[in-house]
């Protein structure tokens, strides 16, 4: 393993109360990466990244962020220091417009101008959020939800971004946009973890590539070799890419 890795996880094990979820979990996000994890449903995927961001605890083991060990930090501490989660269910807060639900991700930024900046650009990105800036959150459509959610995430300028599949629920074309915006995003300097059920999209675009199986990581390696890896294309992939092309 090379010794800067931007996020290191060495034998973390984690779970709810009775048996553990994962088990002896060890691998490494490089930095201004997109690292993509890939496997079955209930594998652990979404149980890993409560991990990282605190809102799960780990058993044993140790996650090392820009070396230090997130392991035992608040959710609201380890958002401090540039590392944000956009969960795999809806985040918004219902009743309060699109607007201020973007604008509370900016909640650790007290500069109004600065707030105002990113704003404008965090428009551009997502015309949505100047459409429906006066709606309500819970009144738009889930696809429509995800990329606010997105949007607002980016108000903190994140070093790491964290996404539980971000695409769920989206239509092709703006599924197309999304993976787009995570890429823009990484050229950008922001690193990313992902964990995708359009796996093979995903890896497509993907430095690195992780499979977790049972709790346990199977395979790691480019996001070229997971995808062209035949069992795993055969096991999670629908297929191989051989087999497809
Ligand atoms: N809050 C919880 N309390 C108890 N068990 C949980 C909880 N959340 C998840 N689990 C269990 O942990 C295991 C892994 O779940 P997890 O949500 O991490 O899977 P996943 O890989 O993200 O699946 P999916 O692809 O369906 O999102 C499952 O067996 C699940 O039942
Ligand atoms: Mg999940």
Do not use: W
């Not at 973390?12 to 201004?32: C, I, M, P, Q, S």
């Not at 600065?114 to 429906?132: G, K, L, N």
């Amino acid at each position: 393993m090379a010794n800067d890795a931007f996020v290191r996880f060495t034998g973390v094990f984690a779970g709810y109360g009775g048996a553990d979820v994962l088990k002896n979990v060890t691998f490494d996000v490089e930095r201004g990466g997109v690292t993509t994890i890939v496997g079955p449903n209930g594998s652990g995927k979404s149980t890993l990244l409560k991990t990282v961001s605190g809102i799960l605890k780990p058993r044993a083991g140790e996650i090392l962020y820009k070396g230090k060990n997130l392991v035992g930090m608040s959710p609201r501490e380890i958002l401090k220091l540039g590392v944000v989660q956009v969960p795999q269910n809806h985040s918004l807060f219902r009743e309060m417009t699109v607007e201020q639900n973007v604008e509370l991700g900016a909640f650790l930024e007290k500069d109004k101008k600065v707030i105002a900046q990113r704003m404008e650009s965090i428009r551009e990105m997502f015309p949505i959020v100047h459409e429906r800036a006066k709606d309500k959150a819970g009144a738009l459509s889930g696809g429509q939800q995800r990329l606010v959610e997105f949007a607002r995430c980016l108000m903190l300028e994140p070093d790491l971004v964290v996404l539980d599949e971000p695409s769920m629920g989206l239509d092709p074309k703006t599924l197309r946009s999304m993976f787009a915006t995570i890429k823009m995003m990484n050229e950008a300097g922001r690193t990313v973890l992902l964990v995708e059920q359009n796996a093979r999209q995903a890896l497509k675009m993907s430095s690195h590539g992780v499979v977790l199986e049972n709790g346990n990581v199977r395979l790691t390696g480019t996001g070229h070799d997971v995808l062209h890896h035949p069992e795993i294309g055969a096991l999670y992939l629908g297929g191989s890419v051989e087999a497809k092309a």
